[in-house]
């Protein structure tokens, strides 16, 4: 259950309504996240102010129960010009590890805890002392991503963000689901920050794919799911559960967001998954569509399975306004690590002539993740502990490639031949994306993975300032 309204004394009422910032351990009361409030029906409001503010307090993070978004006790908020999907590109970057931790991206993090069995965001609530995962979360989620790099993203051309969210982040209550609300051992709280990030979005004109990237009993055992191990998403009521969560935050912000992608990467080859899949996109769709009516894209996935697979899936007049996400690495199987270089600009050109394909006769279709890394090398990029294949150190008697060395971390290590790579193959998948309906790299930030890092590409070279900038442009035949 949700982490109920803790007793507080007068004074700690009065510091409540009045702190503009969580209070410190030393004055013995904290600001109560949003999620431990009832949040009552009504869509929810962005929070104000620039990247320096802090979250405020439970009250001013809820909307009137009385009034709705335009009513005259609701601040004004700025426009901006719908997207027209498939006809405009979608060009953005995805906010990784932000609201769902990801050891690769953030290993300080996890390191800081001293604890080698925290490997994932379960692990963290479930091995720390609850007030202190708080409040490393809440410093992560007011500065990992600011209003800054909101101005940022849109100053390098982009027009879209995708970002992640867990199931254990949304404030859904008792009254709007039959099913469990109970998120323990994951610590909430992200939701108001969340509210503020979509806020910076419009704010700069800046349109956002929200992505449900972890769901009850984890979708595909991966640690970006939240929990590492097991995929258990298709066991028991965890998929009808995941329909209310969907339901819920569409009807909480379906109108501050042009996309609600209803699940992040479900392992369609484990067959229970496999099994339930293609229905759970059909009732997500029903349930958005039921929420925030038509207006709201949505998004599903190719669970692993390949476009080939949807052919003729949610194509028909019952079926509006759907768009299909693909992912694309060459970086977790053997057969790919091998490739030379020229190697991975021509796969990168086969998947092209796939999506187009599809694209073509189905639904709209976006590379939604996509990196410039051609190794595993960047630290804890299989899970926390766990090495590369790259140089041998993910499983003993397997086939190496050489040393990680000058292929991830900070950039200075970087040769200036690899560098000219990465200009090359980012081309290469951005004429991916460019042939369907638009792409969205992985990632923005990492802390000490530059390959994977869209900000550092920028200040580096290997990506452009302008995303329509081509040094070869008939890179894909």
Known sequence: MPRPFPFLSLPCLVALLLC?????????????????????????????????????????????????????????????TPFNYGEDIIRGVNLGGWFVLEPWITPSIFEDTNNTDIIDEYTFGQMLDQDYALDVLQNHWA????????????????????MQVGYWSVPITAADTNYSTSVSPYVPGAW??????????????????????????????????GRRGGANWAQG?????????????????????????????????????????????????????????????????????G??????????????????????????????????????????????????????????????????????????????????????TWQPGQQTFGSCDGYTGNSSAFSADYKAFLRKYWESQVAIGEAVQGWIFWTWKAEN???WSYQRGLEGGWIPQDPTDRMYPDICP
């Open 20 to 80: 503009t910032a969580h209070c410190t351990r030393a004055q013995t009361c904290k600001l109560v996240p949003k999620q431990w409030v009832h949040l009552g029906t009504g869509p929810q409001l962005p929070l104000g102010g620039g990247s320096n503010d802090t979250v405020t307090s439970s009250s001013s993070l809820q909307p009137s129960q009385s009034s709705s978004p335009t009513s005259a006790s609701a601040a004004p908020s700025p426009s901006i």
């Open 143 to 162: 500065t990992w991503i600011t209003e800054d790099d909101f101005v940022a993203i849109k100053a390098a051309g982009l027009n879209h963000v995708r």
């Open 192 to 225: 108001p920050y969340l509210l503020r990030a979509l806020g910076w979005a419009k704010a700069h004109g800046i349109h956002v794919i929200l992505d449900l990237h972890g769901a009850p009993g984890s979708q595909n055992g991966y640690d970006n799911s």
């Open 237 to 305: 009521s965890n998929v009808n559960r995941t329909l209310d969560i969907i339901r819920f935050i569409a009807a909480q912000v379906g109108g501050m967001i042009d996309v609600l992608e209803v699940l992040n990467e479900p392992a369609g080859y484990q067959s229970d998954i496999g099994n339930v899949i293609a229905g759970y996109w059909q009732d997500a769709y029903d349930a958005v569509r039921d929420a925030a009516g038509s207006s709201l894209k949505v998004m599903i996935g190719d669970a692993f399975l």
């Open 307 to 392: 476009v080939a697979n949807w052919n003729g899936f949610l194509t028909g007049a019952s079926a509006q306004g759907v768009l299909m996400d693909y992912h694309e690495y060459q970086v977790f199987n053997y057969n790919q690590l091998g490739f030379s270089l020229d190697d991975h600009i021509s796969s990168s050109c086969d998947v092209l002539s796939t999506l187009q394909s599809y694209a073509s006769k189905n639904l709209f279709t976006v590379s939604g993740e996509w990196s410039n890394a051609i190794t595993d090398c960047a630290k804890w990029l299989n899970g926390r502990g766990v090495g590369a294949r790259w140089d041998g």
């Open 449 to 451: 993975a530059d390959e």
